[in-house]
Structures are given as structure tokens and as C-alpha cells.
């Protein structure tokens, strides 16, 4: 009974903190806003407070999900992209107590609810086993593509301001003209560092993750094929982003600031389709790893059969591939493996009721 009722509380306090960080993150972009009317009726310092607020907010929700998680932490889409928002949010509040006369919220934290709200109605909230692959390189698969992501969307972000910011010095009109704008020069070259540290970080992504592969293959997991589409698109941006480096230290024309900002934008879109297959479920990045079949493997017979009793889990398959298994599969420490197989020959040979 104590437990039931810790656990409720548990879930209320999850909930009560999701919805104070969605809403001071929301009460600061409006803020944010108010900053590009002629008499603004708020502090200088407002949205940055409020950001504030939402940013630990997040983070203790971020802390008890990764305290709670019994597989590996913070591993499942919904908690990557509430990473990514709360890594942007990060970005914002780094930029905005810099340059606090400059509005950078208008834009960016649009994005961070953006990512919310993905992460909240389509992301996934399954977690990779604990022994999914070598957690340092999972880590660091997932922090470089989570990094590289945060900066495809400061280089959206500084090209979009670039654009607004050329059309306001052309023409006194548009809805953003009373928005303070950084400088053309301070956004070309945020701009231009942005994707930099996008393909390198990319590029760290697709290394280590040929490397979680390799690691797939020794333990007889399926690896995920390079035909998958999240390693096409992602090999497709990286190209992309690779290509518009070279082209510009080449072709000097193609420095030129108009012209790095449209690419920016066309990179972001490619990221967003790359996002959108990511979080739609259609690659294998979303399911759990399966094992390959044993050459060796006896041919299925309807003998006896598994319980949750015997192996602590509820297989809809024959003993022996139930065993293997929960051994290849699971990640189970070594007791636990021994654990299995000696309760696997109890069940075979009679001892204990299957």
C-alpha cells in the first residue's frame, strides 16, 4: 500500500515538473516577444529569468528520469529529445546573459518547445538494455548526435536572423524590424562555427556508431544495416554539410553571407527529415536488439515451454530459444546468467513445474 502511494506521488511530482518547465519556457518566449514593442511593459532580464526557471526545472525532471530508469538512462527517444531541448534551452540562457540586449528567444525557444512537444507526443519511452553495447561508446554516440543536432539548429537559427536582419536593413517593414539582431558579421561567423561543430560531431556520431556495430556482431546481436534510413540521411547530412565547407573554402563567392544562410536553412530541413524518421519508429536506432540464431541450435519442438517463474520473463517460444534468449538478449549480469540455465535444466528435467 506504502508503495502504491509512493509510487503516485512519484508520478504526480514527474508531471507537476514537466508542466512548470513547459510553462515558464512558454511564459518566456512571450516575454521574449513583448521586447519588440516600441514600449515593452517587462524588465530587460524577464525572459532570461523565466528560461532560467524552466532550465532547472528540466533538469530535476531530467535527473529523475535518468534515476528511475531501469535500463539505460536517458536512452529512449522521448529522453533524447528532452535532452536536446533542455541542451538548447542551455544555448539560449549562455547567449542571452552575453548579449542580454539581443533577442535570441524568439527563435530558439520556439524550437526548445518544439522539441517538447515531439518528444511528449511521438517520442518513444523505451530504453536500450543496460548492455546494449559498451556504455562509453553508446554515450558517446549519443552525446555527439545530440550536439550536432543543438548546433544544426543555432546555425537555423543565426541564418534565419541573418536573412531578417539583411531584409531589415533594406527595408524598415516587417513584423521581427524592432527585434534587437545581432550584428551580419557576429551571425555569419556564429553561423559558419555552428556547422563546423556540426560535422565534426556528426562525424564522432557515425564512428562510434559503426563501432556499437562491430561490438553487435561479436555478441551475435543484429546490427543495424547501412541501409537503415536514419544512417542514409545521416550519411546524407554529413555529406551535405562536408560538401558546403569545401565548397566555400574553395569557391570564394559561396562565403558570402546571404548564401551560407540559405544553405543553413536547406540543412536544417534535411535535419528535420533525418528527426522525423528518427522519432517515427521507421529505423532500427527505435527497437531493441535481437539476437542472431545459434547455427547450432536444436530445431523447435514442442517440449517444455518457459514461464516468468523460470527465466523472469513471459516467452511465447520454446525452452531453448527462450534461454538463449534471455542470455543474449537481456544483458543479464553472469550469476544471473547461470541463474537461467540452471533453472532451464530444473524445468527440463522435471524438477520444478514449468
Not at 543565426?158 to 524590424?177: A, C, D, E, N, T
Not at 536514419?230 to 562536408?242: P, Y
Not at 540543412?267 to 529505423?283: E, K, P, R, Y
Request: one cysteine or more; aromatic letters at 12%; glycine letters at 10%.
Amino acid at each position: 500500500m506504502l508503495g502504491e502511494s509512493w509510487s503516485s506521488l512519484a508520478s504526480w511530482s514527474r508531471s507537476a515538473e514537466f508542466a512548470c518547465f513547459v510553462g515558464s519556457y512558454g511564459l518566456a518566449w512571450g516575454l521574449e516577444l513583448c521586447r519588440g514593442r516600441p514600449r515593452p511593459g517587462v524588465a530587460l532580464g524577464g525572459p532570461l529569468l523565466w528560461a532560467t526557471i524552466a532550465l532547472a526545472f528540466q533538469t530535476v525532471y531530467l535527473l529523475h528520469r535518468a534515476a528511475d530508469a531501469a535500463s539505460l538512462p536517458l536512452s529512449s527517444t522521448q529522453d533524447w529529445l528532452l535532452v536536446g531541448a533542455w541542451a538548447l534551452a542551455g544555448v539560449y540562457l549562455y547567449l542571452g546573459y552575453h548579449y542580454p540586449r539581443v533577442a535570441f528567444g524568439w527563435i530558439l525557444l520556439p524550437m526548445v518547445l518544439l522539441l517538447i512537444a515531439a518528444s511528449w507526443i511521438f517520442g518513444d519511452v523505451r530504453s536500450l538494455p543496460r548492455q546494449w553495447g559498451p556504455q562509453i561508446w553508446a554515450w558517446i554516440h549519443a552525446f555527439s548526435l545530440l550536439v550536432a543536432t543543438v548546433a544544426v539548429l543555432v546555425s537555423f537559427a543565426s541564418g534565419l536572423m541573418y536573412l531578417l536582419q539583411v531584409r531589415r536593413l533594406r527595408s524598415k517593414q516587417g513584423g521581427f524590424s524592432r527585434l534587437p539582431l545581432p550584428s551580419l558579421e557576429w551571425l555569419h561567423r556564429t553561423n559558419s562555427r555552428a556547422v563546423a561543430l556540426a560535422l565534426l560531431l556528426l562525424g564522432v556520431g557515425i564512428l562510434s556508431g559503426f563501432v556499437l556495430n562491430l561490438w553487435n556482431l561479436r555478441l551475435q546481436r543484429e546490427p543495424v544495416p547501412l541501409t537503415d534510413p536514419l544512417i542514409v540521411t545521416t550519411l546524407g547530412l554529413f555529406a551535405w554539410l562536408g560538401g558546403c565547407l569545401v565548397v566555400g573554402w574553395i569557391y570564394r563567392p559561396a562565403r558570402e553571407g546571404r548564401k551560407v544562410a540559405v544553405m543553413t536553412i536547406l540543412t536544417a530541413v534535411f535535419l528535420l527529415v533525418v528527426l522525423v524518421i528518427f522519432v517515427g519508429g521507421g529505423t532500427q536506432h527505435s527497437q531493441f536488439r535481437q539476437p542472431l540464431p545459434k547455427r547450432t541450435a536444436q530445431p523447435e519442438s514442442p517440449g517444455v515451454w518457459a514461464t516468468r517463474k523460470d527465466c523472469g520473463k513471459d516467452f511465447d517460444r520454446p525452452l531453448f530459444w527462450s534461454g538463449w534468449s534471455a542470455i543474449l538478449g537481456e544483458g543479464h549480469s553472469l550469476e544471473g546468467n547461470v541463474q537461467i540455465l540452471f533453472e532451464i535444466e530444473e524445468v527440463a528435467r522435471g524438477k520444478i513445474p514449468g
